[in-house]
């Protein structure tokens, strides 16, 4: 009687172990979830192996089941390492070789034995002796045994130490299925622990009582915590590894969660999660401080940009708990985009720079001076303009060659920058000729700083390969005055007519043509 309770209560464990399976099937996952489906089918076909073993009356019978009872102990090991590797935080399942060995090593031991009458690899000397109310198979085991028990260990140790990793750092209902699975994987093996070690009172397979525990923390996670599911393992990976910093600040401003990438922007270690929560947002990242607001979580920041640490963030967020009123906690995310501003400025420079000497390009100072004008007339102000170019250039290129021209261009640029005021724009309108834009500037003042040029460009030396070169301008300007309506193509014809009356008249002079009278 006793033997037959303990049959049909295996056969009850192998049910239980199928309604694991027939809930993962009937939320769509069968196949999509096989380590777990795979764990819940070996789970069964082992209890109903061992409950024809118990029920069997010779060695034969016995020996006939192992087939059916290795079919899932086998592949149980390799399917919890499988299922594990979805919580593995710091990729020791990543590789290739576990793979193979966890095929490999349950196809070799299913081999072994199920072709056990031909060889004593597995079990040796296989009897039933009566050991109490039971009838209980005894027998040696062999060096296909232990090797399959040491590789069931090892990787029953690998998956345990990575669900108690993802346990101890995750949250949410991943930290649910991890702990879940790592209950369900421990009892069976500290079942079959037992077993081996024949510490249990009971002389049968311990690992088999243990069987129904792990059936109902399993069909637990399936229900309640949606184990089958991808979503909770995916969406957690997700945030953890996202490339950008992803925070979760309460009403207080302080820390309840950052992912790997925040805990790098904060200082603060990946692996030590609990070092940054609870700190105080402003005062661990200050420029972000503008951005912590929960009442205002719905609401536009003033500025979506901010600079930590010499780098660029585009910061978004989002109501966390309720509407942006209601709100108990605000979502950050920080998106790196130095290397688009570094990119958009170098754009802007290469639009609106002169690429050899670094001062504005022509349509760059067009469109500045063009603002100058609109400025002088709206305000009614003086606005003067000076345009010059290089006396005997072309001498320069065909004596000492087009780099020595290069470096006098670029010398004269840096001079005639260095010569104006700060609020003076200077470019380069093409070939030798440069123009100034001098805002609020006079006749006189155009004149002044028309005079200065000429003479700071008539004492510089640029020194070009065994030479040293020495250059004279011819300058030309002319002034807005207050009432005058005047445009900009206006001003630079009057100023460009003046250089070329300085260079007819011999070059290294300065001609101003004064505003006509208004009236």
Same mark, same amino acid.
Not at 118 to 145: C, I, M, Q
Not at 234 to 246: F, I, S, W
Not at 349 to 376: K, P, Q, S
């Given at each position: 009687m006793a033997q037959l309770a303990l049959a049909v209560s295996l056969i009850a464990v192998g049910v239980g172990a199928l309604l694991v399976l027939a809930q993962v099937w009937h939320r769509g996952l069968l196949w999509r979830r096989p380590a777990l489906s795979g764990m819940a089918a070996a789970a069964a076909v082992y209890a109903f192996g061992h409950a024809l073993e118990i029920a069997g009356r010779d060695a034969e019978w016995v020996v006939g089941t192992y087939a059916i009872q290795y079919a899932g102990i086998a592949a149980a090991p390799s399917l919890l390492l499988w299922l594990a590797s979805r919580y593995d935080r710091r990729r020791w399942l990543a590789g290739r070789v576990w793979r193979v060995v966890a095929v490999a090593v349950p196809l070799a031991t299913w081999l072994v034995v199920a072709t056990e009458p @031909?060889?004593? @690899?597995?079990?040796?000397?296989?009897?039933?002796?009566?050991?109490? %109310?039971?009838?209980?198979?005894?027998? =040696?085991?062999? %060096?296909?045994? @232990?090797?399959?028990q040491a590789y069931a260990a090892a990787a029953v140790l690998l998956a345990n130490v990575v669900l108690l990793d993802a346990w101890r750092a995750g949250r949410g209902v991943a930290r649910a299925q991890a702990r879940l699975l790592f209950l369900a994987s421990v009892v069976p093996w500290l079942g079959n622990l037992v077993h081996l070690l024949e510490l249990s009172p009971v002389p049968v397979d311990t690992m088999a009582l243990a069987l129904p525990v792990t059936s109902f923390l399993l069909y637990r996670g399936v229900v309640g915590h949606g184990l089958a599911e991808i979503g909770p393992i995916?969406?957690? /990976?997700?945030?953890?590894?996202? #490339?950008?910093?992803?925070l979760v600040v309460d009403r207080d401003g302080r820390i309840l969660d950052a992912n790997d990438a925040a805990h790098r922007l904060l200082g603060t270690r990946p692996d030590r999660r609990d070092d940054a929560l609870g700190l105080r947002l402003a005062e661990a990242l200050p420029e972000l401080a503008p951005f912590a607001s929960v009442q205002a979580a719905g609401e536009e920041p003033s500025?979506? /940009? !901010?600079?930590?640490?010499?780098?660029?963030?585009?910061?978004?967020? =989002? %109501?966390?708990? #309720?509407? %942006? #009123?209601?709100?108990?906690?605000?979502?950050?995310?920080?998106?790196?985009?130095?290397?688009?501003?570094?990119? =958009? &400025?170098?754009?802007?420079?290469?639009?609106?720079?002169? =690429?050899? &000497?670094? !001062?504005?390009?022509?349509?760059?100072?067009?469109?500045?001076?063009?603002?100058?004008?609109?400025?002088?007339?709206?305000?009614?102000?003086?606005?003067?303009? !000076?345009?010059?170019?290089?006396?005997?250039?072309? #001498?320069?290129?065909? &004596?000492?060659?087009?780099?020595?021209?290069d470096a006098v261009l670029r010398a004269i640029a840096a001079l005639a920058a260095a010569e104006v005021r700060a609020t003076d724009v200077v470019g380069r309108l093409g070939g030798d000729e440069f123009a100034v834009c001098l805002p609020e500037a006079d006749g006189g003042e155009v004149a002044r700083v028309g005079e200065r040029l000429r003479a700071a460009i008539a004492a510089h030396e640029v020194g070009v390969v065994r030479a040293v070169v020495r250059v004279r301008a011819s300058v030309g300007g002319c002034t807005r005055a207050p009432g005058e309506s005047v445009s900009l193509v206006d001003m630079l014809a009057r100023a460009d007519a003046a250089a070329y009356r300085a260079k007819a008249g011999g070059g290294d002079t300065v001609v101003i043509e004064t505003a006509p009278d208004p009236t």
């Open positions: @031909w060889h004593d @690899w597995f079990h040796v000397d296989v009897a039933l002796v009566a050991r109490g %109310p039971f009838t209980v198979v005894s027998f =040696e085991r062999g %060096p296909a045994y @232990w090797g399959f995916a969406r957690d /990976q997700l945030v953890q590894h996202l #490339g950008d910093a992803a500025s979506d /940009q !901010i600079e930590v640490a010499g780098r660029s963030y585009h910061v978004r967020r =989002e %109501p966390v708990g #309720g509407e %942006p #009123g209601a709100a108990v906690a605000v979502a950050l995310l920080l998106r790196d985009v130095t290397r688009y501003v570094e990119l =958009e &400025t170098r754009l802007r420079a290469l639009a609106t720079t002169d =690429e050899l &000497t670094g !001062i504005a390009n022509r349509r760059h100072f067009l469109d500045l001076a063009e603002r100058e004008v609109a400025r002088a007339r709206r305000h009614d102000r003086h606005l003067g303009l !000076i345009v010059f170019d290089l006396d005997g250039f072309k #001498g320069v290129n065909d &004596t000492h060659g087009h780099l020595a021209g």
